[in-house]
């Protein structure tokens, strides 16, 4: 069975620095996407970025960046020049097989301090 | 587009009573989702359907939980009788899957079982 593994159940940043959760899977799957999604207190599931497993070239989205590792099965997220408006619990998913359903993580809880 | 719609936004109810919660996913999407997050167990999928037929249901909890989806736009998760251990926010979620297996979630329903 797939399983998602975030170490992290906090962290904390200074607004303007860069941060990385950490997010590790496990798979058998060759053919799989995973994400990332934020959920601030308003608890709206947000997705930040995605990654195709296929692709070798890590995702990138405005401040958010990906490093995914394929062999050592690890995919976390940076954050760059972080904002106020980045705290929030940060969920790691993972999608394959025969369906898309989510497996989700234990979630990160990022503080932003000014 | 409006987005995945969910009702009641929060639900209090006690004990026993019957709790039916509604969902509208984006006009489409053919795949939906309906998740459960709590404390104790974070985020886990309960239920989901392909072209309106159920394909997983293998995280229902319980025979007191049943879902419905009687057509593309519309879908039910009702609990009968509900029970304390019961409370949790309810997301529902839909996909189109060729669109890299990203799912578009709800704002979620927060019931609450006295």
């Known amino acids: 069975a797939q399983t998602v593994t975030q170490s992290q159940p906090e962290m904390s940043v200074q607004e303007a620095e860069t941060v990385t959760l950490s997010c590790t899977y496990d798979?058998?799957?060759?053919?799989?996407?995973l994400f990332w999604y934020k959920q601030p207190p308003s608890r709206q599931m947000i997705l930040v970025i995605r990654?195709?497993?296929?692709?070798?070239q890590n995702a990138t989205e405005n401040r958010f960046s990906v490093n995914f590792q394929k062999a050592a099965k690890s995919f976390s997220l940076k954050i760059s020049d972080s904002q106020l408006g980045d705290a929030a619990m940060y969920f790691c998913?993972?999608?394959?097989?025969?369906?898309?359903?989510?497996?989700f993580g234990t979630g990160t809880l990022l503080a932003v301090q000014p | 587009d409006a987005g995945v719609i969910q009702s009641p936004r929060h639900e209090v109810t006690e004990m026993g009573q019957e709790v039916t919660l509604r969902c509208k996913p984006i006009?489409?999407?053919?795949?939906l989702f309906w998740y459960r997050q709590t404390m104790m167990r974070g985020l886990e999928l309960l239920i989901y359907?392909?072209?309106?037929?159920?394909?997983?249901d293998s995280g229902m909890p319980e025979d007191r939980f049943s879902a419905k989806m009687p057509n593309a736009s519309f879908s039910t998760l009702k609990i009968q009788p509900s029970e304390p251990r019961d409370s949790a926010v309810y997301f529902c979620?839909?996909?189109?899957?060729?669109?890299?297996?990203?799912?578009?979630f709800g704002p979620g329903t927060r019931l609450t079982v006295l």
């Open positions: 979620a839909s996909s189109f899957p060729p669109t890299a297996n990203e799912q578009f």
């Open positions: 798979t058998s799957e060759s053919d799989y996407y």
């Open positions: 990654q195709e497993a296929y692709k070798q």
């Open positions: 998913a993972y999608s394959g097989g025969a369906t898309n359903k989510l497996i």
């Open positions: 006009s489409g999407h053919n795949s």
């Open positions: 359907f392909n072209n309106n037929v159920p394909i997983d």
